[in-house]
């Protein structure tokens, strides 16, 4: 079978690696096999070069970057190779949009490439990317190409487990009664200037607690986004000081409203029954975060602990007994399994494979932008 042709858009982070988190597209690649790297496109290419080097140096996998190019553009990469799929991985301010050079998503699916494509999808406020998202939609219904989202979450072991009772609960004829999310990343080291202002990384719901609200959305179904509500800790607040942020991120020139909130508690009603509520946090130092995920319903608790971490558990106290079950997951790699099901749609054309399509993230996305309104509605500066 010959091998599968992919493209990087993007040579940062959520591709190659950084010191923070243990996100990296390009390490899963080299353990699926059957894979080629052909390009990487960035604008930045001494970061694309050094993205590539390390690869091979770390790796000694040469041969599936033999025939590796570095391009300055996607839209030349993807017209000079023959590509069955990439991997986009762009600040969020540069895709998403119909503005001419913004628009990378669509030309691949305009080519029939294969797209896995990180979130957020967008930074366009929701009522303009509508349009963005019918246009994609139309293309893909003519080019039939895959468009996998990067909610890796959805392909947890863990995660497949609560899916599991959650069937169980719905053939009982219940259904969820509430979801309790909590996000806490750790921000000292962090390294992307453009993450700490608000215009250009959407806010850290739309950018981060995200993967939670998508898991909300998943698990328990649609929130009703007129029933949302949300409070902010803002930077200018006594209790917003993060005294840890790297000085190369020069917080000081970005203004009160557009610097990241602290923290936000936000909850909200689901369409069909049950209430969610999410908090998220920037106020830990170091890199490790601090996450988990509650389900309830009628005779059932389940507890999702800490799956950004390579063992996660998940607790489950079910029916009549009172003692909890533990479900470990040691070395769950959730981003290795959203890459082997986007490889394994592109070489078999299957796209029930992937766990979150470009519409289904679309909801997401509506989900995000509506918490971060009902938060700035009550934001006073
Ligand atoms: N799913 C996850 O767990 C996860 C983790 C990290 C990041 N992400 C997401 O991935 C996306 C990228 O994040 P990152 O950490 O890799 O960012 P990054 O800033 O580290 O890298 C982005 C790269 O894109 C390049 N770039 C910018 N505009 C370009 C263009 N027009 N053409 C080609 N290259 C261009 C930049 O030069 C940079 O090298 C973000 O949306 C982020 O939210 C997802």
């Not at 009603?269 to 988990?292: A, C, D, P, Q, V």
């Amino acid at each position: 079978m010959a091998n599968v042709r992919i493209g990087f858009i993007g040579a940062g982070g959520v591709n190659f690696g950084s010191n923070v988190g243990s996100w990296n597209h390009a390490s899963r690649l080299e353990q699926i096999g059957g894979v080629e790297i052909v390009g990487i496109a960035d604008i930045d290419t001494t970061r694309a070069e050094r993205a590539l080097a390390e690869r091979k140096r770390a790796t000694n996998a040469t041969s599936i970057y033999a025939n590796c190019k570095i391009y300055s553009s996607a839209e030349d990469m993807i017209e000079r190779e023959k590509l069955d799929g990439v991997f986009v991985g762009l600040p969020p301010g540069c895709h998403g949009s119909l503005v001419k050079g913004l628009d990378i998503e669509l030309a691949c699916v305009k080519a029939g490439i294969h797209t896995f494509i990180e979130k957020p999808l967008s930074l366009v406020p929701p009522e303009n990317f509508v349009d963005f998202a019918r246009t994609l939609a139309a293309e893909q219904a003519k080019s039939n190409a895959i468009v996998s989202v990067g909610y890796m979450f959805r392909y947890h072991p863990a995660v497949v487990k609560m899916k599991e009772f959650i069937t169980e609960l719905h053939s009982a004829g219940k259904r969820v009664m509430c979801v309790n999310a909590r996000y806490n990343c750790a921000y000292s080291e962090s390294t992307k200037p453009h993450w700490w202002n608000v215009r250009s990384s959407g806010g850290p719901i739309i950018e981060q607690a995200t993967h939670f609200c998508d898991l909300a959305r998943y698990l328990a179904g649609e929130p009703n986004l007129g029933t949302i509500s949300a409070l902010n800790v803002n930077a200018s607040e006594p209790s917003g000081k993060l005294s840890h942020i790297g000085e190369h991120i020069r917080e000081d020139e970005i203004r009160d409203e557009l610097r990241m909130p602290r923290a936000t508690s936000a909850h909200w009603k689901f369409e069909r029954n049950g209430i969610g509520s999410l908090m998220h946090g920037i106020s830990l130092l170091g890199t490790s975060y601090e996450t988990s995920f509650d389900v309830w319903a009628d005779g059932l608790r389940m507890s999702l602990i800490e799956p950004y971490r390579s063992t996660c558990e998940l607790r489950v106290r079910s029916g009549k007994s009172e003692s909890e079950r533990v479900f470990t997951f040691e070395d769950a790699d959730a981003y290795l399994e959203e890459d082997k099901a986007f490889i394994e749609a592109i070489r078999t054309g299957n796209h029930s494979l992937i766990k979150c399509p470009y519409y289904d993230a679309v909801k997401t996305y509506d989900f995000t932008w509506a918490i971060r309104r009902a938060g700035e509605e009550n934001d006073c500066f």
